[in-house]
């Protein structure tokens, strides 16, 4: 079968393996759509950063170079291996790609198998990837998406996992005011989520004025905004309720100067959550979280449990994720069309899906 293998940073290939056979509490999926995802592009400009190094192989899961990508992904599953009993073949199914020992470890006890220590991820650490024609994954890593899910709505749970979840952890509800820094597909599946959760103001920041346009045809009543142009904390506090801030702020970049704006653009009271994974140590006004006595917390992929929640939110149109999609490709032309339209600063593009039927 053909499959889009990580071999080295800039080094991405179509490459002819075997068809993987699952074993005994696994599946064989017959992928359909997989997106690119901005931990795909990190890792095809700057990588291994996720993906094991040349020579090493994951903890846990013992994989290694090359790697075949995707994470973002679903299909039809195909074959089920001995001992499977939550699919069967013939079912259309979401991929929720965390892997992890199930027992045994403090956080996988808890049911916290998201911050599990040695956590592998399907299409980063583990045999196999959504960039390929067929995928062997765990039983606990697929699930029966409704009938009224699209099969590219299926390639789009696991980013709206990551802003659902985000939601959750800056505590979203109706009538609030929310501030997304970054304009990429995270960032606006965020935004939509927290309208889905009834936030009643919307805001977003981005450099590129391309995504703040492309943010504000899927969501009218966005207000945006451009660091270079505006300050952020001053027009969100003069827009706001009693000139005070946003209720709660999101980062979704992974940038230092980001994460300020959040600081600044929040109330007192407020909640910041970082979603961006910051790529080393960065700074931070305390005195601002001292003084506006706010709320920082970290929001790390998503309690596996959320799949059903997330697939009825995107089935039922509460959360549009479809929106973020602005072109579809196929697997032989995912390097030039995919990834390298993604890298280009231009940013034309927000979520790119590869159909690999």
């Not at 992974?254 to 790529?279: I, M, T, Y």
Request: hydrophobic share 40%.
């Amino acid at each position: 079968m053909k499959a889009l293998r990580f071999h080295a940073a800039k080094d991405l290939r179509i490459d002819t393996i075997d068809e993987p056979k699952p074993g005994r509490g696994q599946v064989k999926i017959r992928n359909r759509y997989v997106g690119i995802c901005g931990t795909d592009l990190h890792e095809y400009l700057h990588g291994p950063i996720f993906i094991p190094a040349e020579g090493e192989s994951h903890v846990y899961s013992g994989a290694k170079i090359p790697q075949v990508l995707g994470h973002e992904f679903g299909g039809v599953i195909e074959e089920v291996g001995e001992g499977v009993t939550n699919v069967k073949v013939g079912d259309r199914v979401s991929v929720q790609p965390l892997v992890m020992a199930r027992e045994g470890e403090y956080f996988s006890d808890r049911g916290l198998f998201h911050l599990n220590t040695e956590l592998a991820l399907v299409g980063l650490s583990w045999m196999s990837g959504g960039m390929s024609e067929a995928a062997v994954v765990n039983d606990y890593n697929v699930f029966k998406v409704p009938e009224a899910l699209t099969d590219q709505e299926a390639a789009l749970v696991e980013p709206t996992a990551v802003c659902v979840y985000a939601c959750d952890r800056g505590g979203v509800t109706g009538g609030q005011s929310v501030f997304v820094s970054g304009a990429g597909p995270i960032g606006i599946l965020t935004l939509l989520s927290a309208k889905a959760f009834g936030a009643t103001q919307l805001f977003v920041s981005d450099l590129n004025d391309t995504r703040l346009e492309l943010a504000k045809e899927i969501l009218p009543e966005v207000i945006t905004l451009n660091p270079s142009r505006d300050n952020v904390g001053d027009v969100i506090r003069s827009k706001t309720l009693g000139n005070v801030g946003c209720d709660v702020a999101m980062e979704c970049v992974g940038n230092e100067k980001a994460l300020q704006s959040c600081v600044d653009a929040v109330r007192k009271d407020g909640v910041v959550v970082q979603v961006g994974v910051h790529p080393g140590e960065g700074k931070v006004n305390w005195f601002d979280v001292t003084f506006k006595n706010i709320d920082i917390r970290g929001s790390w992929c998503y309690p596996t449990y959320l799949w059903p929640r997330v697939m009825d939110l995107i089935a039922t149109g509460a959360i549009p994720a479809k929106k973020v999609v602005t072109k579809n490709i196929k697997l032989d032309d995912a390097v030039a069309e995919g990834f390298d339209a993604l890298c280009d600063p231009a940013g034309a593009h927000l979520k790119i899906l590869i159909d690999v039927t």
